[in-house]
């Protein structure tokens, strides 16, 4: 019996000491137990809340305030003459503002039928990890423009809401990777005055736009609409542009090359009269400058 | 003889559960790498950070989450997130070290102590070893600490492109405040 007890004192000396040897290299952490997976939103699908022409997925911050100068120069093909296309330019200037992590607002004017245009832009859904996750984002955009043109035929009698026109917009949208995005944004587009009476007053296309990252402050972005119903007979294509984001710590450029001049979703969805096998493609860019008006606590 | 031993034991098992662990899940941490030439601040805070420490061997951890900084300007942490830190990549930060004179340190008595912390700060994917002073205050049976330390980001791989270089800094300060609560298991 004594020698059982001395043989387990012994015993529990021996794995007592070896405890605190392993203890030498314990996980501490571990002690605190395994963090709970919380609720994740996924961000920074695009650097930018345009894709290039189009609205992107993503939003601005609550309390920020995005400048943004996008300038469409002339057609490349016009050659040496008009500097392919340099020598021509079109602008709009615009102001978007984050108002919640899902909410976002926006004017902009633009040179293009002295044109202007608002929109609200709202995701009931925001992809996320985690518990009761969401795998994509989904968005709507509703927007209107008003063209500032004067009359074409001013001895017609005119309506004020004969300049307005409409858009409203859903995103689907999915980071797939650090590396790969892409959404899928059906869109109507509605003019309350149309040129010909053979014209349809809505319009319905299909987005697609995505972004595939090259290097941590470089991406390859493409933006392009279908139009399936509504387009004019002749002289008019769907969008296309393709281009690269570019981020220099306070700015987002986004070179491009696009067939379409408007830079309003009225515009550049019912109006892009160029042809990209006929090089009708244009340089432009957008310049983004991210403003914080209100500090985050 | 019988009496000896059950006592050998009970002293034994009493020493192993002597060395007190203290934890925290609240433990600050401030990021700065606003360098003098830098038009604004480049700071952020992590509130969350996790810390234990047994005080019977000196041992001890912190755990950030990456994610867990927060900037005044929500572009700057979107930078840190997205270009420099990588947080989806390294989500989090961790230091595993030791208090080297943890023994001059009455953990019973209200105080307070300069001590020695020496240990591998793992943030970005690298591991580098750095050694830093602490200050603790005993109040109360819990333990105020605070520490400050500078790291140099090229040693954890954290690149400032040349456009930005003279607008951040090249080391960063970092300052650890935390309350420390006893363990109980």
Known sequence: MRKLLYQSAIGIVVLLSSNNLWAQDEDLLKLLGEEKPKKERIKYAFKSSRVINGHSMEFLNPGTMDFRILHRFGQLN????????????????GFDFGILQNLMAGVGRSTYKKEVDAYIKYAPIRQSTGP????????????????????TDPARKNFF????????QAIIGRKFSENFSLQVSPTMVHNNLVPLETNPNNIYAIGVGGRIKLSKRI????DYSYVIIGM????????????????????????HFSNSTGMNERA?????????????????????????????? | MKNFFVAAITVLVAMTGFGQKYFTKGAQINFDATSPSSPEKIEGINRTATCV???????????????GFGFERALME???????????????????????????????????????????????????????DAKLTMQNGKIKATAELSVLLSDYKISIPGLVADKVSKTAKITVSCLLEPFKS
């Open chain 1, 161 to 168: 809401t004969s300049r307005l026109s409409y858009y409203f």
């Open chain 2, 78 to 132: 979107e930078h840190f997130n997205e270009n420099y830190v990588e947080s989806d990549k390294y989500p989090k930060a961790e230091f595993k070290g030791e208090i080297k004179n943890s023994d001059k340190v009455d953990f019973t008595k209200d105080g307070t102590y300069t001590v020695k912390i020496k240990g591998k700060l793992t943030m970005h994917g690298e591991s580098k070893d750095v050694e830093t």
């Open chain 1, 78 to 93: 016009q050659g040496y003459k008009n500097f392919f296309g340099l020598d021509q330019a079109s602008m709009r200037m």
């Open chain 1, 219 to 222: 991406a390859f972005t493409w």
């Open chain 1, 232 to 255: 004019p007979d002749s002289g008019y294509y769907h969008p296309l542009s393709v281009g690269f984001d570019i981020e220099t710590g306070g700015h987002v450029f986004q070179l």
């Open chain 2, 53 to 67: 420490v047994d005080t019977k061997t000196g041992n001890m951890q912190f755990a950030a989450l990456m994610k």
């Open chain 1, 132 to 151: 009761w996750s969401s795998p994509i984002t989904f968005a709507l955009v509703s927007g209107i423009t008003m063209n500032g043109m004067p009359w």
């Open chain 1, 268 to 297: 550049f969805i019912t109006e892009t009269t160029g042809q990209w096998g006929k090089a009708e493609v244009r340089f432009g860019f957008n310049l983004s400058r991210v403003f914080q008006i209100k500090k985050k606590k």
